[in-house]
């Protein structure tokens, strides 16, 4: 891979950015699964690819390969759009500028800013750490006819969760509010309540629940943030990312 060759690292901060480690683990997925970037400018409408190379989080950068079509050559200062186009159909965009253009193997490749936050489209708000892996997480919540229903949670991020309900819950959809949700993810209690956004029928009559959170308090979302962070540095690891640099 392509190491910076062009300036010297800076000393590691040891306060923690939690934005930035949403970013950072996120854009290193798709880096990971080498999705397609695409670049837009300005007042004008052509659409560029690219690839992320590389990404830098103590530097704030990322290496982004040359603009294909070739006949455009950024420039230090350049405003780009940006735009992640993932495998599942969902993308990601993000605001950023070139801030530095290289020569490597008689191609430019360019220096950006690391984004201070990403736009994901409607269906997906934020990184969603994947439960597939790790211990079961159980849950319970009242539904909106006040019955009792157990779930195990498939997913979560610090705006919601992906429930799977294994006993029907029957009338249950989208919009409705779940009360007094209950469970325990690395340690840290959440009662909360929950707003419905997507009701999935699975296997064996159960149903997939993409709700998300209502009423978090500001403590709870960062003790939330803080052991997903965690567990989120545990799973790339396990997924052989061991020898990369987290963020913070």
């Known amino acids: 891979m392509f190491r910076y060759p062009f300036s010297a690292k800076k000393n590691k901060v040891d306060k923690v ?41 103590d530097e704030g950068t990322m290496l982004i390969d040359e603009l294909f079509p070739s006949d455009f050559v950024g420039m230090p200062g350049q405003d780009i759009h940006c735009t992640l186009r993932q495998t599942n159909g969902r993308h990601i965009q993000f605001d950023t500028q070139i801030s530095e253009r290289h020569q490597y193997d008689g191609s430019p490749i360019y220096v950006v800013a690391l984004p201070a936050e990403l736009d994901f489209d409607q269906r997906r708000a934020s990184y969603r750490l994947p439960l597939s892996s790790l211990a079961p997480v159980e849950s319970w919540f009242l539904a909106p006819n ?48 929950l707003r419905v956004k997507n009701v999935q ?16 308090s500001a403590a709870e979302q960062r003790r939330l943030e803080q052991a997903i962070i965690q567990e989120q540095r545990e799973y790339l690891r396990q997924e052989g990312w061991g020898n990369e640099r987290l963020a913070g």
Do not use: W
Request: glycine share 6%; charged share 25%; net charge negative.
């Open 201 to 216: 029928t699975g296997s064996r009559n159960s149903q997939r629940v993409g709700a998300q959170f209502v009423n978090l």
């Open 17 to 57: 950015d939690h934005r930035l480690n949403h970013v950072y683990l996120t854009l290193h997925q798709s880096h990971r699964n080498r999705e397609f970037l695409e670049v837009t400018l300005p007042n004008d409408d052509r659409v560029y690819q690219s690839m992320l190379l590389e990404i830098d989080p």
């Open 146 to 193: 006040q019955q009792e229903h157990s779930a195990r949670l498939k997913d979560l991020s610090i705006h919601g969760v992906c429930l799977e309900v294994e006993e029907s819950a029957e009338g249950l959809s989208v919009g409705d509010s779940l009360r007094e949700v209950s469970f325990e993810f690395a340690g840290v209690p959440i009662l909360c309540n």
